[in-house]
């Protein structure tokens, strides 16, 4: 059955009033986009068959994804340019669809791949001595914060951090690794800005590229 499925990795946007639709419901949205688009797609097996889709990783409620993936199995193998047409005419103007590529079956899940996310953080209003607030982080040996009571390290999770002055916005590389994740507004605070003032925006995930491919599995298909 493997022969018959095959893989596709969308990119997406998640805007508007999207910004604020969790996890959960944002994979609910998919399905029914997908269901939209008339796609064939391949099912989990199980008491109840859900389509088998895989997204990289959540992004935090208001927080503006301009690149998030999305890995999907179909039962045919279209032009990525044909399926990127019907996915965009049955998408919402607030997860707009931006790219289709084909991925190898065996190659590793999304999940398990990210390292890293890029953000811009476009900020309410200048702050004068941002520059050398930022030299003072990027010098510290370490930054100790305090996460659901559990103290942890901030600084490693720092890969690297500009201030745009002539954008207003900060540009954040920050570690995105199961319990080794950086967050954008907890570095805002160690600046001493008020996270909930700035725009923040995920514009990139980064893969690693040598990750151990996934184990074959056969997901089941069905009717959509």
Known sequence: MNDAIHRYRLTFGKRGAARYIGHLDLQLSFERLLTRAQVALAYRGGFKKRPRIQFAAPLPLGFIGEAELVDIWLRQAPEPSA????????????????????????????????????????LAEQVGDLSSRLAELLAANELLRTRRN???DLRPLIEDCSYQRNQGALALRLGLRPARTGRPEEVLDALGLDPLEQRI???ALVL?????????QAP?????
Request: aromatic share 4%; hydrophobic share 40%; charged share 25%.
């Open 83 to 122: 399926l990127l047409n019907v996915l965009q005419n049955a998408a919402p103007p607030d997860l707009p669809l931006c790219r289709v590529e084909p991925i190898a079956l065996r190659d590793p899940g999304l999940s398990a791949s990210v390292i890293a996310a890029d953000y811009r953080v476009e």
């Open 150 to 152: 559990k103290p942890y």
């Open 201 to 203: 925006i995920r514009c």
């Open 208 to 216: 690693d590229q040598r990750a151990e491919p996934a184990p074959q």
């Open 220 to 224: 089941e298909s069905g009717p959509i």
